[in-house]
């Protein structure tokens, strides 16, 4: 009893699914569309990150390829400046070597270190606190082994490490690269050191870059498959109307031949009327008239029939013409 409610309701649901034609060349128009711009829009976002990333890669590769040969730069300097004391080698020659060290630098934060190869620091012009004392298991706040690491690059006749350092200009723990060399006369590493930070703010810059970049793209393609499913939109709506013209120009047209053809059947059918039908009920009656007119006195019932089927045919006359 109630099947038929339910197959009712589920074919009204079906038909409310249904779409139109119309409806169904726009869906097949807008959506090829949007895959082609969310495949695109992929694609560049993919490029653009892939090319931040690889830019990245070239500039910290530069970087720190410039920041090594610095360091050896400057490193050189400290051992040209001490060549003399080295060549002396007594006691008094290496506090010398101490005190010029101490003296040298570079920039807001260059300064040279050195320590003996027990991890014992010998010079530390910015921090003058750690002299005399062993931080040979000193460690970063990574977990880093510093002064170990130092001198075994030392030792291994000279090499870069890089680890967490305070910076005394911005009075916080930053990366740090350092190059150390050993004098194994002496049992001493020496080294200098520049900070990074500047390179995490480049690459952060350089990744705000490419999130911008990102972002624009994003924005362009949502803009232009915004403005495509417009035009789109415009263009159909702009068929519809100029269809819909159409049809309704077609339409009056088909009403207007209509008329005409019926105002002509009416006339054909009026002529036929007349000119046809009419014609032959009017010969009929005059036959009939004369045969009445023939009749004589003994065919009384006959003549009755006669003028009934006469006054018949009268009638129709009358009806034909005014059908006509």
């Known amino acids: 009893m109630h099947s038929r409610p339910k197959r009712s309701k589920r074919v009204r649901v079906v038909k409310a699914w249904k779409l139109s034609l119309r409806s169904k060349v726009y869906l097949l128009t807008i959506i090829p569309l949007l895959l082609v711009m969310v495949l695109v829009s992929a694609f560049s976002i993919n490029e653009s990150r892939e ?14 390829e410039l920041r090594r040969q610095e360091l050896r730069n400057y490193l ?28 040298m630098g570079f920039g807001d934060d260059g300064y040279y270190f050195a320590y003996n190869y027990d991890g014992i620091n010998l010079v530390h012009p910015k921090l003058p606190d750690l002299e005399g004392q062993n931080l040979y298991g000193f460690e970063d706040l990574h977990g880093n082994p510093v002064i170990q690491s130092l001198i075994e690059r030392a030792r291994e006749g000279g090499g870069f490490h890089e680890y967490l350092w305070h910076k005394p200009s911005r009075d916080e723990v930053v990366g740090k690269l350092s190059y150390a060399v050993g004098l194994d006369d002496w049992g001493w590493m020496i080294g200098t050191g520049l900070y990074i930070d500047d390179l995490q703010d480049a690459i952060g810059q350089i990744r705000r870059k490419v999130d911008e970049n990102v972002q624009r793209t994003l924005v362009t393609s949502v803009a232009v498959a915004l403005l495509a499913i417009l035009m789109v939109t415009v263009l159909g709506l702009g068929i519809n109307v100029s269809e819909s013209q159409l049809a309704n120009r077609r339409l009056k047209d088909l009403s207007q031949r209509t008329m005409q053809f019926e105002e002509s059947e009416k006339v054909r059918i009026s002529r036929e009327l007349h ?6 009920l009017v010969s009929i009656r005059y036959r009939l008239e004369a045969m009445i007119a023939d009749f004589g006195s003994g065919g009384d019932k006959v003549r009755g029939h006669a003028e009934q089927a006469s006054e018949t045919i009268v009638a129709a006359i009358a009806e034909v013409r005014r059908i006509s």
């Open 51 to 64: 090319l931040g990333q690889r830019e990245i890669e070239v500039f910290e590769s530069q970087f720190y």
């Open 76 to 103: 050189d300097l400290a051992l040209t400046a001490i060549e003399s004391q080295r060549r002396e080698n007594t006691p008094q020659s290496r506090e010398k070597a101490k005190q010029i060290l101490r003296q």
């Open 275 to 280: 000119d046809g039908i009419n014609q032959m």
